[in-house]
């Protein structure tokens, strides 16, 4: 609403500041595509009419900061305030609340910061489950005349997750070819550091609306008939599959969310055939359920919660993940595919490079840092509980009820990584038995005074005591070894 009619007392500031350059080390399509996408929005409210201060890296404004900067404009143009939408992460919440008060609730998303908060008052437990169910009768979403969920349940996730046969591949992802080569000269002389690897002749990335909408239109079209069916699939053949890579859009605000799931409920609603309901609801759910409890989580607990380290775990990221260079197929495939593309999908995020840093015992600031970095959609709100929450289970258990680690046996099972791997995913024990297989087991024996309670898990201890002293011994040396050779896997 703030840009619908355009208003010659209002300025519009858009700005490339080094304080968001640099405040981690950004991979680089994320940065350009920003940075692209700031000048083409600037550009369109020119169009429309609008008046706007669109300053780059060039031609910084001055001010020893970001309150100072717009301070300084205001004078310069005589403008009585200075008001923002409230930021999404809680660094800027700081630091704009701090100069100027409060900033207007933000039309992004469905709630407001304390939306799930509201929904769980009084309540220890937060399931992400109990709040989509409240938030599909609160925005009528795969819903009867009744009120009622469409098909009789909630959730269809039995019938998806299906691993994808060997021959069979995914429709081509639809990318774009930018032309963004004075962008990055500007960040190369200004000495901007980033990660990971580019064409800025070809960026790949939707820029604007108009590209958002074409991306969202394709995936209805192609790829959401079989979203969740292989939501989970690992895999070296390809790297988006059925996903909709629609997270940078989305949390760059050049979509809307609902717009999005009113899309995609049209579509099955359209040809219930093509696009089952199974496909359809495991998708909304991501958008209406898992985002906006993330984000919910992240405004209760900041900036607490960007500090916690329920396991204690120390150890520095392994230095392959910024190259990719191991011997192990899902790490050298997932790693090399994030640094060439900036993105993974979430089974990738959570069981390739999230298992095996928690299995390693990787301190959450080093995890959290590497995953704000690498990916296009990373921003602090949405990464810091997917990763120190429902990745790293730094939270003790707010996000997700239990750690998500697993052997190699899962990666085996969810698709076709193992076969072209150094490492034998049979072998528990040995120089070529997949590292994941110990360390699983020995993560589940140094966390046992924690872990053992917890009813999803006590399994796994059940299993561990009946195995052979001998046995268990193996795979603790092995852990042991693994721990403290990890760089060489
Ligand atoms: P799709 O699979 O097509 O899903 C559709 C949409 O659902 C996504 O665009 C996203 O907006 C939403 N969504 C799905 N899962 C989640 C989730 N767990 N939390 C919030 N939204 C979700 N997502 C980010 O947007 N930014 C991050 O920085 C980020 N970091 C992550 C770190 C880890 C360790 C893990 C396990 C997950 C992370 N995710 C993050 C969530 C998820 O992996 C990405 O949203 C998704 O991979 C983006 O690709 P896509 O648009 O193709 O998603
Ligand atoms: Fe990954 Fe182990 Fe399979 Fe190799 S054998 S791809 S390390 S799970």
């Known amino acids: 609403s703030w840009f619908r009619s355009a ?3 209002v300025v519009y500031v858009l700005l490339e500041l080094r304080q ?18 700031m000048a083409r929005f600037a550009a369109a409210l020119r169009e429309a009419g609008h008046r706007v201060v669109h300053r780059t890296l060039d031609d910084p404004l001055p001010g020893a900061d970001l309150p100072a ?9 005589g403008a009585s305030t200075i008001e923002y939408q409230e930021p999404d992460e809680y660094r800027l919440h700081a630091q704009l609340s701090d100069a100027f008060g409060p900033g207007a609730g933000s039309e992004h998303f469905l ?3 304390d939306g799930v908060a509201r929904v769980f008052s009084g309540k220890k437990q937060r399931l992400m489950e109990t709040f989509y169910r409240q938030a599909r009768v609160e925005h009528r979403v795969l819903l009867d005349d009744a009120g009622k969920p469409l098909g009789g349940q909630w959730n269809f996730d039995a019938d998806n997750r299906e691993r994808m046969p060997l021959a069979h591949r995914a429709p081509a992802a639809l990318e774009f070819a930018h032309d963004v080569r004075p962008i990055a000269d500007r960040l190369e002389r200004h000495g901007v550091l980033t ?34 069916r292989y939501q989970d699939h690992l895999g070296p053949a390809d790297w988006a599959y059925y996903h909709s890579r629609l997270s940078f859009g989305l949390n760059t605000k050049m979509l809307h969310p609902l717009e999005v ?27 209406l359920g898992w985002r906006e409890f993330m984000r919910g989580i992240y405004w209760e607990r900041m900036p607490e919660y960007g500090t916690l380290n329920a396991l204690d775990h120390h150890a520095p990221l392994p230095d392959w993940y910024w190259t990719g260079e191991t011997k192990m197929a899902c790490l050298h495939h997932t790693i090399g595919q994030s640094l060439d593309r900036a993105y993974a999908h979430h089974i990738q995020r959570l069981m390739i490079t999230g ?30 509980p997917n990763t120190r929450g429902m990745s790293q289970y730094a939270d003790g258990g707010t996000v997700g009820t239990k750690p998500y680690v697993s052997s190699g046996q899962y990666i085996r099972k969810q698709g076709h990584y193992c076969g072209d791997c150094a490492y034998r995913v049979a072998e ?27 009813p999803r898990i006590g399994m796994v201890y059940r299993t561990w005591d009946k195995m052979a002293p001998d046995q268990r011994s193996a795979l603790l040396a092995q852990g042991d070894w693994l721990l403290d050779n990890v760089n060489t896997l």
């Open 7 to 9: 208003d010659g007392g």
């Open 20 to 37: 968001e350059t640099d405040y981690v080390q950004h991979h680089v399509q994320k940065v350009l595509a920003i940075l692209a996408a």
């Open 69 to 77: 900067m717009l301070r300084a404009l205001a004078a310069s143009l």
């Open 111 to 113: 709630y407001p910061r």
């Open 195 to 228: 990660i990971g690897r580019a064409d800025p002749g070809v960026l790949p990335w939707p820029l604007d609306r108009r590209e958002q909408l074409q991306l969202l239109a394709y995936f209805c079209d192609a790829l959401l008939p079989h979203f969740g």
């Open 261 to 287: 799931i009113r899309a995609v409920e049209q579509t099955h609603r359209d040809d219930p055939v093509r696009v089952t309901l199974a496909q359809a609801e495991g998708f909304i759910r991501q958008i």
């Open 355 to 384: 298992n095996f840093a928690l299995l390693a015992g990787v301190h959450p600031d080093a995890v959290d840092a590497w995953y704000l970095g690498i990916y296009i959609d990373a921003f602090e709100w949405v990464e810091l």
């Open 428 to 454: 528990k024990t040995g120089p070529r038995a997949c590292p994941f297989n110990a360390l699983y087991w020995h993560f589940h024996a140094r966390h046992r005074a924690r872990l053992e309670r917890n």
